[in-house]
C-alpha cells in the first residue's frame, strides 16, 4: 500500500482559523512543501528540523494512530503540512475517513491542482502575499477555482490570505478581486513564530488584529470578508501539536 510521509497527528483540538475556525478537530500534518515562506509557522515540515520524525504511513495506520489518539472524540479531521497536495495517494486516506464518516478539511495554498480536492468538505486554499517571498502562479490558481467551480464544489471552499503589511493587504483585495465566488477570510500574520513569551505574544496578535480590523471597516471595497486571528496561537501561542 502506497505509504503518506507524516509529521505530526494531533487532536481533538479545535480548528483555530479560517473557514471552520472553533470545530472540534483532528490533525494530521504531512512532510514537505514546495513553498518556503518567510514566516512559515511549520517551517519543520520543510526545512530538515524534523527530518527525523518523518513517518511513512499507509492510509491504515493514519486512521489507526487518529483512532488511538483520539478515540470516539472527533468526527472532523484536518489535513494540512506542508503542502499536501503534493501528495497524488492521499485519496486513500481522505475514502478511508469517509467510509468512516469523519469529515475532512484540507489546507493548501493553491500552488497544486489534485482530483481529490472535490471530495474535501472544507478546503481551505491561501495563496502567499507579497510578505511571504512566494510568487503566486495565478494560471494555477485560476485553474484550481475553475476546475471547483466547474465541479459545483465552490460552496465546500474558502480563500485565505495572511495579512503582515500594506502590500498584503492590497493583495488579498486583488484576490477577492478575482475570485468573487469564493468566500474571503483575512488572518492575522503572527511576526514571532518561535516566541515562547506567550503573553506577549498575545498582546501584539491582538494589537495586530484590531489593526486589521480598523483597516478592513473603512474600506467599502471589503464588504464582503471575514477577519480573524488564529485562535490557537492566542491559546497556546507557538506550541506544536495542539
Ligand atoms: C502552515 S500552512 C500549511 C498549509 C499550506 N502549506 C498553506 O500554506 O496553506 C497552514 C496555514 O498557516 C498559515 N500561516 C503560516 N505561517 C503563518 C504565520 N506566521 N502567521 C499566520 N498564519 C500563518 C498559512 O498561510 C496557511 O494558511
Ligand atoms: N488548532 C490548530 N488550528 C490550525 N489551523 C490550521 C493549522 C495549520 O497548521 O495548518 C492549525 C494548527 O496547527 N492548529
Ligand atoms: S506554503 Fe504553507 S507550509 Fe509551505 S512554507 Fe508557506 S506557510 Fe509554510
Ligand atoms: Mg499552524
Known amino acids: 500500500m502506497s505509504k503518506i510521509p507524516v509529521l505530526e497527528i494531533f487532536g481533538p483540538t479545535i480548528q483555530g482559523e479560517g473557514m471552520v475556525v472553533g470545530k472540534k478537530t483532528m490533525f ?15 517551517a519543520f515540515t520543510w526545512d530538515g528540523s524534523a527530518k527525523d520524525e518523518i513517518v511513512q504511513m499507509t492510509a491504515d495506520d493514519v486512521w489507526k494512530r487518529l483512532q488511538e489518539i483520539g478515540g470516539r472524540r472527533f468526527n472532523h479531521v484536518t489535513i494540512s503540512g506542508g503542502n499536501p497536495a503534493l501528495l497524488k495517494n492521499l485519496n486513500g486516506l481522505i475514502n478511508l475517513l469517509k467510509q468512516n464518516e469523519i469529515e475532512v478539511a ?12 472535490v471530495q474535501i468538505d472544507d478546503l481551505t486554499i491561501s495563496p502567499k ?17 475553475h476546475q471547483l467551480s466547474e465541479r459545483n ?20 483585495k486583488g484576490i477577492g478581486e478575482r475570485y468573487p465566488q469564493v468566500p474571503l477570510y483575512l488572518q492575522v500574520g ?3 513564530v518561535h516566541g515562547e513569551d506567550i503573553e506577549n505574544l498575545t498582546s501584539n496578535l491582538l494589537d495586530q488584529y484590531e489593526q486589521l480590523i480598523d483597516r478592513v471597516v473603512q474600506d467599502e471595497q471589503l464588504n464582503d470578508v471575514r477577519v480573524l486571528p488564529q485562535l490557537h496561537t492566542l491559546v497556546w501561542g507557538n506550541k506544536r501539536g495542539v
Open 106 to 117: 484540507l489546507e493548501t495554498q493553491g500552488s497544486r491542482w489534485q482530483d481529490w480536492f
Open 28 to 42: 494530521v500534518r504531512t512532510a514537505g512543501c514546495d513553498y518556503s515562506c518567510s514566516w512559515c509557522d511549520s
Open 153 to 172: 464544489r465552490l460552496k465546500y471552499v474558502s480563500l485565505k490570505v495572511v495579512i503582515f503589511d500594506e502590500a498584503d493587504y492590497q493583495y488579498a
Open 129 to 145: 502575499p507579497p510578505s511571504s517571498n512566494m510568487k503566486t502562479d495565478f494560471d494555477k490558481l485560476d485553474d484550481i477555482i
Open 190 to 192: 503572527n511576526h514571532d
